[in-house]
């Protein structure tokens, strides 16, 4: 699981509470970045799928391929899977990636263990 793709198609087969989970583990090896996955139809993940890509290449000094900021590659909302009251501690502690993607994830949730 390396490829955008993968990680669309990782997430597509499991429930939102376990995406973060799956897009920790997939940061840890991403790559081949720049071939835009298939749209799911899941409009959180594929805002999910494009924040990932973004903050790989961010942090590893790749240029952020254009595909991530194709329309139907943003949430509309501020989508975030966790408790209703850790929501501003995910507003504040995202990456910029999934901030501008709509998507709440912690920094330190994307670390895989």
Same mark, same amino acid.
């Given at each position: 699981m390396s490829t955008p793709q993968d990680l669309a198609t990782t997430l597509t087969a499991v429930s939102p509470a376990e995406y973060v989970r799956f897009v920790a583990d997939w940061l840890r090896r991403a790559e081949s970045l720049d071939q835009a996955p298939a749209l799911t139809g899941s409009? @959180?993940? @594929?805002? =999910?799928v494009a924040a990932a890509t973004a903050h790989a290449a961010s942090t590893s000094g790749r240029p952020v391929p254009a595909w991530t900021d194709e329309p139907a590659r943003f949430s509309p909302t501020m989508w975030y899977v966790g408790p209703d009251a850790l929501f501003p501690n995910a507003l504040v502690h995202s990456p910029l990636s999934f901030l501008l993607h709509g #998507? =709440? #994830? /912690? /920094? @330190? %949730? =994307? $670390? %895989? $263990?």
């Open positions: 409009t @959180d993940i @594929d805002a =999910l #998507v =709440l #994830v /912690e /920094e @330190d %949730s =994307l $670390v %895989s $263990v």
